[in-house]
Nanobody, 114 residues
């Protein structure tokens, strides 16, 4: 079973940037899909972005296009989410997920506030 650990969350002012990391402890394969989700208080979990591990193809929800960039470093078994021009509505707990096996990390809190 793959274990995922997120890091990089914190408090940032509107317009600021953060980079989240998700490191996998188990084997990740070229056919795997890794995703970022987020959940704000009182709201349902929302899909944010995903990347195809082997091909590097990326996909985003409309609200973050042009601001967020998902990437991976296969040599480090790590996925990243670079978040720029952060808005208050981006405040949430961010989770990484591996499609295969339904693995989830523990989440990292992102708070965007003045």
């Amino acid at each position: 079973q793959v274990q995922l650990v997120e890091s990089g969350g914190g408090l940032v002012q509107p317009g600021g940037s953060l980079r989240l990391s998700c490191t996998a402890s188990g084997s990740i394969f070229s056919f795997d899909v890794m995703r970022w989700f987020r959940q704000a208080p009182g709201k349902e979990r929302e899909w944010v972005a995903e990347i195809r591990v082997g091909r590097g193809s990326t996909y985003y929800t409309e609200s973050v296009k042009g601001r967020f960039t998902i990437s991976r470093d296969n040599t480090k078994n790590t996925m990243y989410l670079q978040m720029n021009n952060l808005e208050a509505d981006d405040t949430a707990v961010y989770y990484c997920s591996l499609q295969r096996g339904g693995s989830w990390g523990q989440g990292t809190q992102v708070t965007v506030s003045s």
